[in-house]
């Protein structure tokens, strides 16, 4: 049902890491009806219980607040889906979640809403660039009322996947990513008021050897000791012993410890768009924030140093006109991004950013207004479609094959008192230090 004039909107978002945090919360205000004018939203944070469940410091880095956040299992959050009604029912809510994960959530929904025609619109999508397992993610996000492609080529790519394998692909709307912001680029600074300043944003995974991020880190000292005049910032997204949505093996922190770096480089935390403002020079290997500086006509690099290759995700800038080399950066070279490419992007550099979501925002009105309520959700897989693959992902959130909680699930049947409280605390806390400390000691020492 639409939300009443004298109610607010009523808006959950579900998130397994501090990225797919900030693009769900940001998502779901640009997307709500009335928005961006709306700020009458009332928004309700869960965060998915396993390894990247943000840390504090990583939530307060994202910048996104809510009325509420709280961390939650698969099944407690599905328990709140399902007694969430009459007022406090959500009029719209956002998966940010893996593809497994949005999966899961689709079939235990189905089963919570099963007797209901009021459920709530619900919207997924991806963070940023798809360059890897498109038809695996994409029909693992089929089911949902909107999946949203943050560009004309992805919208394009979405629906093909869908309407080759026979599913429907109307749920596919064409958005932007909804982070992009911020102060166009006012061009190089006299030197006056601060250094030309270079911004290498790394990413946790990418690339995934010693050896490669070894050389990366070592081309970016050499840059600033070649240019003592300007400021060099390795841009991190996490500290040691934090996760972020993927696994850091080789945190650069530790290796640059054996480096001798000069006093013009540092390394820096805190939120891409405040580092932004300050950058003229961004390098990246593949990371979205090459498109948020594309956004802002930041001159902006994708390196070619370890290859152009579907391994490191920057084969999705070839036509960008950004790739480059170290020794190309190092001689003077700039790059100029071709415009046609752009616009295939949803970067939205010469404007109309505020417009991308209005097609978002009208299909949903459509639906919370849409005469005797939403059909109930309808994925692309089920247990006749995928038998041999559906059932391990659902089991991994403690589901069966109909979405119903397996017997032994965490809170399947009862809030978790205090002492239950401690002991997952203290279980999850293991958990994490066996994945990012001990497991790869353990994969590197069997590489010996």
């Known amino acids: 049902m639409p939300a009443s004039a004298t109610k607010a909107l009523r808006v959950a978002v579900l998130a397994d890491s501090d990225t797919r945090w900030k693009w769900g919360a940001l998502t779901a205000t640009r997307v709500s009806p009335g928005a961006p004018e ?9 965060l998915l219980r396993g390894r990247a469940t943000p840390t504090a410091r990583q939530l307060r880095e994202v910048g996104v607040t809510a009325d509420s956040l709280r961390e939650v299992t698969a099944v407690e959050f599905l328990r709140a889906m399902g007694d969430a009604t009459g007022e406090e029912s959500y009029d719209v809510l956002v998966l940010a979640l893996v593809g497994g994960g949005v999966q899961a959530m689709l079939h235990g929904l189905g089963r919570v809403w099963q007797d209901r025609a009021d459920r709530p619109v619900v919207v997924t999508g ?7 397992k498109l038809a695996d993610g994409l029909l693992l996000r089929h089911g949902a009322d909107l999946v949203l492609a943050n560009s004309r080529q992805d919208a394009d790519r979405f629906r093909d996947v869908y309407e080759g394998v026979g599913a429907d692909a109307a749920a596919v709307t064409e958005v932007a990513l909804p982070f992009l912001g911020g102060a166009a680029y006012a061009g190089e600074p006299d030197g006056r008021e601060r250094p030309y300043t270079v911004v290498f944003a790394a990413q946790p995974s990418v690339p995934d050897n010693r050896g490669d ?6 081309r970016l000292i050499r840059h600033a ?7 060099v910032l390795l841009k991190l997204r996490s500290k040691p012993g934090e996760h972020t949505t993927h696994i850091e093996e080789l945190p650069y922190q530790k290796l640059v410890q054996r480096a001798d770096p000069p006093p ?3 390394l820096v935390y805190g939120h891409m768009g405040e580092v932004l403002d300050r950058t003229d020079l961004l390098v990246t290997i593949s990371s979205t924030a090459a498109l948020e500086s594309l956004h802002r006509r930041i001159p902006t690099v994708v390196l070619s140093d370890l290859g152009v290759r579907e391994a490191l995700g920057n084969h999705h800038f070839v036509g960008s006109g950004c790739l480059a080399s170290w020794d190309q950066l190092d001689e003077g070279h700039r790059p100029a991004p071709d415009p046609e490419w752009i616009a295939r992007q949803g970067v939205a550099a010469d404007g109309g950013y505020e417009t991308a979501f209005d097609e978002a925002r009208k299909r949903i009105t ?3 207004g849409r005469p005797g309520g939403l059909p109930r959700l309808a994925p692309y897989y089920t247990p006749v479609t995928a038998p041999g693959y559906l059932p391990g992902i659902l089991a991994r959130h403690h589901l069966g094959p109909d979405g119903t909680p397996l017997p032994g699930a965490p809170a399947a049947d009862k809030a978790p008192g205090p002492v239950r409280q401690v002991v997952r605390r203290a279980a999850r806390g293991a958990y994490r230090h066996g994945v990012q400390r001990v497991a790869p000691v353990i994969r590197r020492m069997g590489e010996l």
Request: hydrophobic letters at 30%; a negative charge; charged letters at 35%.
């Open 38 to 46: 709306n700020t009458d939203i009332h928004l309700d944070g869960y």
């Open 126 to 132: 991806y963070v940023g660039v798809v360059y890897e």
């Open 213 to 218: 991020r070894t050389y990366l880190l070592e």
């Open 225 to 231: 000791r070649r240019h003592p005049e300007r400021e």
């Open 264 to 266: 013009n480089f540092r």
């Open 366 to 368: 459509e639906l919370l």
